[in-house]
């Protein structure tokens, strides 16, 4: 039986860490950390809940029922489950995701040195996607390439953004926003929240157990267990990563008091600590931290989309990926604005399904309680998406007035409590009959 050794089980971790972070995970926490002020650390605390639990719960989720989609979604039944899985990883893949990770990295780390003129992005989304094509098409190499020399450089450079953060800040703490005087934590929860780093860990699960199992692991629990693993790595490597770059944001109102976002913070940060070295610095920081995404996100939905359809993974890869280079080129604002209404009702449905699938020993009858309380989830899900996508006077005017809705949160209370009825009816209901083997 093949075992893992140390190294292997690091630079598995590795590759976890590095298929996670992703752009939008290095652009958030300065900007929330700068809004934090003074409460920097509270608000820090609530990022990590989200931005970190909830991905590292999905990763064990998926690690528990071997590492697909499929067996999560099960108990909703063949077709729903299917459909489901399909919306995740169209909408974390080619359709939105893949695509935003060329552009980022090209107006973050290549449009200060070459303007953010149409051409120079074509140019650089065709090397960029040849490169992430070359890594995604050898998926059996995916822990050697990324876990053991792509992401030591990409470590090695956040390293030295996160260590000057903390030993040369640029001043001292700043004074908080109004937005995170009275509620830091739940701020700093919904701005983990708004990564949706759970819709991809529901997609790199499968890429994980792939990962294992293409070094030679057949053993079940041995793939279950070293995904558990790999997902601490991770979530250990993300959280010191979020916390410097809070502290970072927290420190730099003196030089970058009126930036917009997270984007700017970093820029001016790096270019007055570093100058032009410090251009440089971001720009291998982003390019890498995309480049390791979008061959994670392709590599997955050539795994799901291979088995799905009568296509081989190879096929899958090359049209995905020449789609993805075609929509990077509509450019980074419109992907977004088309994209955060449907990312926006797919996360509810995720989370849901995986707490569901942990808390799975309670169920008599997990269909009993995952049909009910994931419709619920849907119906608020879309009407969180309808709202996002700024068609809010074609929903009812109760719902703005629900519980948490103005933080996008209106789903919670009407799917807990969905969630206790079905779980009540559950136990009250016959234990089903189990069928003879």
């Known amino acids: 039986m093949t075992r893992l050794k140390s190294l292997d089980l690091l630079a598995l971790g590795f590759m976890t860490f590095a298929l996670f972070l992703g752009?939008?995970?290095?652009?958030?926490?300065?900007?929330?950390?700068?809004?934090?002020?003074e409460h920097v650390w509270s608000a820090a605390f609530g990022f990590l809940i989200t931005g970190v639990g909830?991905?590292?719960l999905t990763v064990v989720a998926l690690a528990r029922v071997g590492g697909g989609m499929n067996e999560l979604t099960a108990p909703l039944g063949r077709r729903a489950g299917t459909l489901l899985a399909v919306a995740v990883y169209l909408a974390i893949g080619p359709l939105f995701a893949t695509p935003r990770t060329a552009t980022v990295s090209f107006e973050m780390g290549v449009a200060p040195f070459t303007g953010n003129e149409p051409g120079a992005l074509m140019i650089y989304s065709v090397a960029y996607f040849a490169a992430v094509l070359f890594l995604a098409l050898n998926p059996g190499k995916l822990v050697d390439s990324i876990g053991k020399f792509i992401t030591p450089v990409l470590l090695a450079a956040l390293l030295v953004l996160g260590g000057a953060a903390l030993l040369a800040p640029v001043g001292g703490i700043g004074q908080s926003a109004e937005t995170y005087q009275e509620m830091p934590f739940v701020q700093g929860f919904?701005?983990?929240?708004?990564?949706?780093?759970?819709l991809g860990a529901l997609v790199f699960g499968i890429v994980i157990a792939t990962a294992i199992k293409d070094r030679g692991v057949s053993d079940s629990r041995l793939v279950t267990r070293y995904s558990m693993i790999a997902g601490f790595i991770a979530a250990s490597g993300l959280s010191l990563v979020y916390l410097a770059l809070f502290y970072l944001g927290?420190?730099?109102?003196?030089?970058?008091?009126?930036?917009?976002?997270?984007?700017?913070i970093l820029t001016t940060y790096v270019q007055h600590t570093f100058g032009i070295y410090g251009s440089l610095l971001l720009a291998v920081v982003i390019t890498l931290a995309c480049l390791t995404t979008a061959v994670g996100l392709l590599t997955a939905c050539g795994e799901y989309f291979s088995k799905l359809l009568p296509v081989s993974y190879r096929t899958v890869v090359l049209v995905f990926g020449l789609f993805s280079l075609v929509v990077s080129n509509q450019g980074l604002t419109h992907l977004i604005s088309v994209s955060v209404p449907v990312l926006v009702?797919?996360?509810?449905?995720?989370?849901?399904?995986?707490?569901?699938s942990l808390l799975d020993c309670l169920w008599r009858s997990p269909r009993r309680v995952f049909v009910p309380t994931m419709a619920i989830t849907l119906v608020f899900g879309l009407v969180d998406a309808i709202n996002a996508a700024?068609?809010?006077?074609l929903l009812p005017s109760f719902i703005a007035h629900l519980?948490?809705?103005?933080?996008?949160?209106?789903?919670?209370?009407?799917?807990?409590l969905t969630l206790l009825i079905a779980a009540g009816a559950d136990r009250l209901c016959p234990q089903p009959a189990t069928r003879p083997a």
Do not use: C, H, R
């Open 403 to 416: 519980p948490l809705a103005e933080q996008g949160l209106g789903w919670l209370i009407p799917v807990a």
């Open 345 to 356: 009702g797919l996360y509810p449905l995720a989370i849901v399904l995986v707490a569901l």
């Open 54 to 56: 909830l991905p590292l």
């Open 250 to 264: 927290a420190t730099s109102q003196g030089i970058a008091g009126d930036a917009q976002n997270g984007v700017q």
């Open 23 to 37: 752009a939008g995970n290095i652009i958030f926490p300065p900007s929330a950390g700068m809004a934090a002020g």
């Open 390 to 393: 700024g068609f809010k006077a």
């Open 190 to 198: 919904l701005q983990g929240y708004l990564t949706m780093d759970t």
